[in-house]
């Protein structure tokens, strides 16, 4: 998913402190990149992972959420699954399914921490 903000000129420095902090606190592995237009964040947490990238200008920038495609979609465990679905290969299915569930539930949350995010640093960008 991606979301764009404009004209709130917010600091991306501090916002993407705050976005690494945000995946420290929910117990994943951080890496950080700096692109020469904004960030990119690297996550994992056992079978979850994505990118988030951060780009753009203090008025107007875009972040973007990326699961991985292990993370999205049909996982081979879902595949193979559903194939074996008749000899018990149903709990392959149910289990990518729960994990699939439970990562869309935590992207929502961290969109829900985006926007407080972006509201609390609006105009924090002045002078820089």
């Given at each position: 998913?991606k979301?764009?903000?404009c004209?709130?000129?917010?600091?991306?420095?501090?916002l993407?402190?705050?976005?690494?902090?945000?995946?420290k606190d929910?117990e994943?592995?951080?890496?950080r990149?700096?692109?020469?237009d904004g960030?990119r964040i690297r996550?994992?947490a056992l079978?979850?992972k994505?990118k988030?990238?951060v780009?753009?200008?203090?008025?107007d920038f875009?972040i973007e959420?990326?699961?991985?495609?292990?993370?999205?979609?049909?996982?081979?465990?879902?595949i193979?699954?559903?194939?074996?679905s008749?000899?018990?290969?149903g709990?392959?299915v149910?289990?990518d399914?729960?994990?699939?569930?439970?990562?869309?539930r935590?992207?929502n949350?961290?969109?829900?921490?985006v926007?407080?995010q972006v509201a609390e640093l609006?105009?924090?960008?002045?002078?820089?």
């Amino acid at each position: 998913m991606k979301d764009q903000w404009c004209g709130s000129n917010v600091d991306l420095s501090l916002l993407n402190q705050r976005i690494e902090q945000f995946f420290k606190d929910n117990e994943f592995d951080v890496v950080r990149e700096e692109l020469g237009d904004g960030f990119r964040i690297r996550v994992s947490a056992l079978e979850l992972k994505a990118k988030i990238r951060v780009f753009g200008r203090p008025n107007d920038f875009t972040i973007e959420f990326i699961p991985s495609a292990k993370t999205r979609g049909f996982s081979l465990g879902m595949i193979v699954g559903y194939i074996t679905s008749v000899f018990g290969g149903g709990s392959l299915v149910l289990r990518d399914l729960k994990l699939q569930e439970a990562f869309d539930r935590f992207e929502n949350m961290f969109w829900e921490f985006v926007d407080r995010q972006v509201a609390e640093l609006k105009d924090s960008a002045r002078g820089l």
